[in-house]
């Protein structure tokens, strides 16, 4: 079983390394591709290819060793990037959304409020509020990082069960149900 996991992480990783870098670089070649929709496009390939490069080799050391085979600092940087990563995807999916209702609803409010620039700053916006969200927790102190055998990753473990529904309603509502909703 510790090889057909293996296998089969280490072949999604280089898969998932060549088609998003290939996406990034067509998007960013081709100059027609300079939307909008490209930019939002391009940001969720980003996501996926930072979970590549990150996280993602961390687990598949756990995945071979069967424990944590970095330290608490690995364990820090995977979890954070985990969890981060996670919401900024889905995040980035509710964005697209709201841009394509204004681009097929109400297109003449579209180029005044989606500009590929005013864009950029709303993904980045975004993805600093996701990251400030993950990062308070620890630094509070209501969290930390732990390694979970089950999940052969690091993953947010919190100190008390409030801490703990709060955050899950929170992200819940705000990284699953809002971009579902809309």
């Given amino acids: ?13 280089i898969l998932s390394l060549v088609g998003n870098v290939l996406v990034i670089a067509v998007v960013f070649k081709k100059p027609g591709l300079s939307t909008t929709t490209s930019l939002f496009i391009a940001a969720l390939a980003t996501t996926d290819l930072i979970n590549t490069v990150i996280p993602s080799p961390l687990f598949l050391a756990s995945l071979v060793t069967g424990k944590m ?7 820090d940087i995977s979890g954070f990037f985990m969890h981060f990563l996670t919401l900024a995807s889905v ?8 841009n ?16 590929v620039r005013r864009s950029a700053i709303f993904l980045a916006s975004l993805w600093v509020f996701i990251a400030v969200v993950v990062v308070f927790r620890l630094i509070v102190g209501w969290a930390r990082m732990e390694f ?12 008390a069960l409030t ?18 909703s809309i």
């Fill in 1 to 13: 079983m510790v090889v057909l996991d293996t296998l089969t992480c280490f072949l999604l990783l």
């Fill in 69 to 75: 085979p970095y330290n608490s600092i690995g364990c």
């Fill in 91 to 98: 995040s980035t999916m509710g964005l697209i959304a709201i």
């Fill in 100 to 115: 394509r209702y204004f681009c097929v609803v109400q297109p003449h409010r579209y180029k005044i409020i989606f500009p």
């Fill in 148 to 159: 979970s055998p089950l999940m052969a990753t690091c993953s947010l473990h919190f100190n």
């Fill in 163 to 180: 801490s703990e529904i709060g955050f899950a309603v929170f992200v819940t509502l705000s990284s699953v149900e809002a971009p579902i």
